[in-house]
């Protein structure tokens, strides 16, 4: 029991504590109330988690409104990241039998045929199943992409300990199947769009990509290490091909990662800032090539996402422009009429804990040209200079962010019940917790955000000076020559007689908002409409969807509908008319 729980009677409760503005106090209390909230909900003797195979994270023990009561690989794969990270860093040595658990239990989910397909045509895609491991059937948003990758890089970890105790037979044995499957998925599908991290619209999602890219450079590293070296090459080609298309979504005039292309939101997203501290390596200093949580453009797009929910949620309205906010998923988000969420409150301040780690190694600050609103939102005085950590300026700055990092925890306690208990979401209004009760995921963010806050990294991944290849560095402009790639567009319309769907879009390949040369789109599956069209590589595209009926000419109601083609490969996107 650490001696601060002591000081603070059993009288005042968490959210006293938050009101105190107390941080360390809010640590105390919420850290063991977190750990307990994880391993209650996972089987098989987990307090809430009844029914659950051994090694099986439930979401969240809700049954309705929402029902969570199943398990999510991707959900499950982060929850044991953390859980495993704290084994190996040996700062809880208890937790083995959890992680054995955990692998028995893929090795067998990954067997389970499901709507996405079975192990071989696709089926690890599937983002969730029973809790007893049978394959959940219903409808939902699938394949999920981003799965595969995480569960990997959560039992790379594991595999590589296990190495280093000596146990490479084990792992060569029974851990290398599940992770080869894994990553041949990865190599796969990565060039193909899939629903995101937040289960609503089929596209390129930014943390998907991030994750696969990881995955595959620890996948190479490991398949190295045991003498699978085909597959190493494998990984490692994909791997490069994955880091060319994570730089599309840079948006540089937003100063932003346009993290999730479909359903015309901004993509202004969580997804990034999850994106940039689960893919930390504390070895790849600030360098935005993989969005290290310190690099430029993780942090200018970390104000931007920040920004965009002061002025949306009411319990933001209020605080200065300098300090820290409720977040959620994306400002666009409705499901439970939006709110902001625990895990992506939690998120920021990960990111910039992460970030003080590594300033603090480095014993230096950059801010450049687009770091600095960043750091001008904070320190008005900044400027682009590197600050070395005997100058006052760096001590100013490092303060700030500190200070500013802690403030997205404060937000999470002010919002954290008096048990302790930590929902999905609380309500953008009142800031009462509502939507899944017990999120596991909720538990573990805060748990990963506390630990970063003591200035433990886990182990990196090999981030370490990876360069894009030349041959990305042509996309972005649209028509600037080189690789195309074939998109096929998809478009569900009901027509009547002699009346037909165009598109046309921002690049010369779609007539450059043309509507009189707009592209006749196929009915032959109607009313589907569609076309495959060859475009520029790595590069954003906006297009719309026309219809002309007697030459009148109608268009598809606002906003544009963006994509961001791959790198090489084909790409589909699955639209609707509206
Ligand atoms: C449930 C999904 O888990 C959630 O992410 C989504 O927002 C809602 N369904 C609405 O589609
Ligand atoms: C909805 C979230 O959007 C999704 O990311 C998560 O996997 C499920 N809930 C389960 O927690």
Known sequence: MRPISLLYGLGLTVSAWAQSGSIEAYIASESPIAKAGVLANIGPNGSKSQGAKAGVVIASPSTSDPDYLYTWTRDSALVFKAIIDEFTLGRDTTLRPHIDNYVTSQIQQQQVSNPSGTVSTGGLGEPKFHIDLSAFTGGWGRPQRDGPALRATAIIAYANWLIEQGNTTYVT????????????????????????????????????????????????????????????????????????FLQSYWNPSGGYVTANTGGGRSGKDANVALASLHTFDPAAGCDAVTFQPCSDKALSNLKVYVDAFRSIYPINSGISSSAAVATGRYPEDTYYNGNPWYLTTAAVAEQL?????????????????????????????????????????????????????????????????????????????????????????????????????????????????????????????????????????????????????????????LRNWSPDNAILLSSANYPSWSLTVNLPASTRIEYKYIRKYNGAVTWLADPNNVLTTPASGTYTVNDNWR
């Not at 001590?395 to 700030?400: R, V």
């Not at 019940?417 to 509502?434: H, I, N």
């Not at 560095?473 to 790639?485: F, I, P």
């Open 353 to 509: 804990y992460d970030a003080i780690i590594v300033w603090k190694a480095q014993g230096s600050i950059q801010v450049t040209s687009t770091s600095l609103a960043f750091f001008q939102q904070l320190v008005p005085s900044a400027a682009v200079g590197t600050y070395a950590s005997s100058s006052t300026t760096y001590t100013t700055l490092l303060n700030a962010v500190q200070t500013y990092a802690d403030g997205f925890i404060l937000v999470a306690a002010r919002y954290t019940p008096s048990d302790g208990s930590l929902a999905e979401q609380y309500l953008r209004a009142t800031g009462a917790p509502v939507s899944a009760k017990d999120l596991t995921w909720s538990y573990a963010s805060l748990l990963t955000a506390f630990k970063a806050r003591e200035g433990v990294a886990s182990a990196g991944w090999g981030a370490a000076g990876l360069t894009v290849p030349a041959t990305c560095s042509t996309g972005g402009g649209g028509g600037s020559g080189g690789a195309t790639v074939a998109v096929t567009f998809n478009v569900q319309a009901t027509t009547v007689f002699g009346e037909n769907i165009y598109i046309t879009g921002s690049v010369d390949a």
């Open 173 to 244: 044995n029974t851990i290398w199947p599940v992770l080869e499957l894994d990553l041949n998925y990865v190599v796969a599908n990565w060039n193909f769009t899939g629903f995101d991290l937040w289960e609503e619209v089929s596209s390129a999602s930014f943390f998907t990509t991030a994750a696969q890219h990881r995955s595959l450079r620890e996948g190479a590293t490991l398949a190295t290490k045991l003498g699978k070296t085909s597959l190493a090459t494998s990984y490692t080609t994909q791997a490069v091909n994955t880091l060319c």
